[in-house]
């Protein structure tokens, strides 16, 4: 499960000594959690063992992460650090035989050879984020919305994973919503067997639970809580992209953005342009990042930025430097809370307010990576030709004229760093985008990711299925071709 070891500001680092160890109790914490104790407490860093949304247990995924004193991910100037010192390491002590009780809350003194003395401090990490989200949202509002006369009904679904005692003890026991509607909040190392990923795959239960019509709101969250999935009523999916652009649409509902103000917006880039029609419309500065959250933690911490999400169900604010997965459901709850209407109704009436961008990913695992990159290549030939911007496709009775075709690079506005080759773009004159990226080109081949960005404004259009074919558009299945315009 969630190991995690915090190194505290009193801390020598000094030979490689280590005096102050602080453990989430049981060993459990959630991502979102360790930023906020790193925070708190004014550690110099983290280290979290964990697995994320992927399959854990002996036969699962397992990765360490470290997070600087930001609380958020070391960026790569400091992990290239850290993997050159590895290089020269020529020994490591172990103390095998050194008990701590991580079940109890408290300061344990040891006097081990190389640390003298050695602490290790177990904190309740459930309290210290309870507390962080007390002063971020208003609970009053929040409990009358849950477990107030006129109540919604509230499904979550923890999915074995790390943000199970967070979703009991917030939701359930001080909001007081109905125990009985948090599913699989017991933390298990191989997360009951399942794949703790919140989208419509993995997350099926939960899906399924919803399109019944008896809850009002559902969630899930993976593995280690930094993630999360929104429906509404019988099953009414709100995409990742949407959900940002809902957040900063209604963000003076949230007590905290009242207090700091709005600061800017940013979304990765292969994220749908729906937080872009609301910066715009509201005059909210944007920045559009590569995929990494790092990039987001280095914008919040020059005051630039103070909410941002991406298109894999990753959502946050400056209130930490992690996404935040409890946090952005709670955020929903307080839109609830404040507008008094449905998932559904929020959803529809901010799409015909900013109009909507149909969103899709798929993803090609596993393909031969010399063809892949050929076929990248080309498509860079015929991208990159002078020609290319400004030519017009259409689809039924939709066309599209090209505006940017490039490969997307960032500058970053507070250090100047440069990120190239982060996925090609082509991008249309009213915001409708496609974007290819490439990963993952090792012996298990390569990962192509495709990417499908449709705007559209026209109010009789905005309800359809983003995965559905609309009448009248080509079957990509039968490689019916666009028709392509001089």
């Known amino acids: ?29 959630s991502t979102p959690a360790v930023s906020c104790v790193i925070r708190k407490l004014k550690a110099v860093g983290g280290i979290i063992l964990t697995a994320s949304h992927n399959p854990g247990g002996p036969n699962g995924d397992f990765g360490i ?4 004193a930001s609380g958020g991910p070391a960026p790569e100037g400091i992990t290239d650090k850290i993997f050159q010192i590895s290089k020269s390491l020529t020994e490591y002590h172990i103390c095998p035989d050194l008990k701590v009780d991580i079940s109890k809350i408290g300061k344990q003194t040891f006097n081990v050879d190389t640390f003298k003395p050695l602490t290790v401090e177990i904190v309740d990490s459930v309290e210290a984020y309870a507390e962080m989200l007390r002063g971020i949202f208003d609970f009053h509002a929040l409990k009358g919305l849950v477990s107030g006369a006129n109540h919604i009904k509230v499904r979550l ?59 009002d709101l559902g969630a899930a969250f993976d593995g280690d809580g930094d993630r999360n999935m929104v429906l509404g009523k019988h099953g009414f999916f709100v995409n990742p992209s949407d959900s ?33 029609n609301v910066a715009k419309a509201l005059k909210m500065n944007l920045y559009e990042t590569p995929t990494g959250w790092k990039f987001f933690g280095n914008l919040m911490d020059a005051g630039k930025l103070s909410l941002c999400g991406e298109e894999s169900f990753g959502t946050g604010s400056d209130h930490i430097r992690e996404k935040d997965g409890l946090w952005a459901v709670l955020a929903w709850m307080s839109i609830l809370a404040h507008r008094k209407q449905s998932v559904e109704e929020i959803m529809k009436d901010h799409w015909n307010k900013f109009g909507r961008n149909f969103f899709t990913r798929y993803d090609y695992e596993e393909v031969d990576s010399d063809k892949a990159n050929t076929m990248i290549k080309e498509l860079e030939a015929t991208m990159f030709d002078k020609s290319f ?25 507070v250090d100047g760093s440069v990120s190239k080759n982060q996925g090609l773009r082509i991008v249309f ?41 609309p009448e009248g558009l080509p079957d990509i299945q039968s490689q019916e071709p666009l028709v392509i315009e001089d």
């Open 157 to 215: 679904d923890a999915m074995h994973g790390v943000v199970g005692p967070y979703v009991k003890k917030i939701v359930c026991e001080e909001l007081g919503a109905a125990a009985d509607g948090a599913f699989n909040c017991v933390p298990k190392e191989d997360f009951g067997g399942h794949h703790p990923d919140p989208n419509l795959t993995y997350a099926s239960d939960l899906v399924n639970a919803m399109k019944g019509g008896e809850y």
């Open 244 to 276: 940002v652009a809902v957040i900063a649409a209604n963000i003076t509902c949230i007590p905290y953005f009242q207090k700091t103000g709005v600061k800017g917006l940013a979304r990765s880039m292969p994220t749908s342009g729906a937080l872009d």
């Open 1 to 29: 499960m969630y190991k995690v070891i915090i190194i505290n500001e009193t801390t020598k680092v000094q030979g490689g000594n280590i005096g102050h160890l602080i453990i989430g109790q049981d060993g459990i914490m």
């Open 65 to 68: 992460k470290y997070n600087i």
């Open 429 to 469: 004159s009213d915001g409708s985008r496609i974007i290819f990226r490439l990963s993952g080109t090792g012996s298990a081949g390569a990962t192509v990711r495709l990417y499908i960005d449709s705007y559209e404004k026209d109010p009789a259009k905005i309800y359809g299925d983003a995965q559905v074919r």
């Open 389 to 413: 911007v400004g030519r017009k496709f259409s689809s039924g009775d939709k066309s599209y004229e090209v505006a940017v075709s490039d490969n997307f690079a960032y500058t970053d506005p």
